[in-house]
C-alpha cells in the first residue's frame, strides 16, 4: 500500500487538490469552443458535482457515526472500557506473534 494514503488527511488533501486542479482546467478552457473539449468540459463539471455531493454524504455519515459512538460509549462506559481493551490485548498478542 502506497504511504501516502494512509491517513484520511493525506486522502483528503489529494481530493482537494484533484478538484482545484480540475477547477483550473475547466477556466483555463473557457473560452475553447471546440466542441470535444466542451464535451469534456460538461462531463469534468459533472463529475465534480457528483464529487462534492458525494463527500458531503460521507462526511455526513461519518459524523452520524461518531455522535452514535460516543452516546453509546456514554450510555454504557464500562462495558466501552472492556471491549477496548479486548481487543487492545487481542491485537498485542497478534502482533506478539510476528
Known amino acids: ?8 488527511a493525506a ?10 486542479d480540475a477547477r483550473a482546467l475547466l ?3 473557457a473560452e475553447v469552443t471546440d466542441e470535444k473539449v466542451a464535451e ?9 458535482a457528483e464529487t462534492k455531493n458525494a463527500y458531503s454524504r ?3 455519515r461519518a459524523i452520524q457515526s461518531a455522535r452514535a459512538a460516543d452516546q453509546t460509549v ?5 462495558e466501552s ?5 479486548g481487543v487492545g490485548a487481542l491485537v498485542g498478542f497478534l502482533i506478539s506473534r510476528r
Open 58 to 60: 460521507i462526511q455526513d
Open 81 to 85: 472500557i472492556a471491549v477496548a481493551f
Open 40 to 48: 469534456a468540459r460538461k462531463r469534468l463539471e459533472a463529475a465534480l
Open 11 to 20: 486522502l483528503q488533501h489529494d481530493a482537494h487538490t484533484l478538484a482545484d
Open 1 to 8: 500500500m502506497n504511504s501516502r494514503y494512509e491517513t484520511p
Open 27 to 29: 477556466t483555463a478552457t
Open 74 to 78: 456514554r450510555s454504557h462506559p464500562y
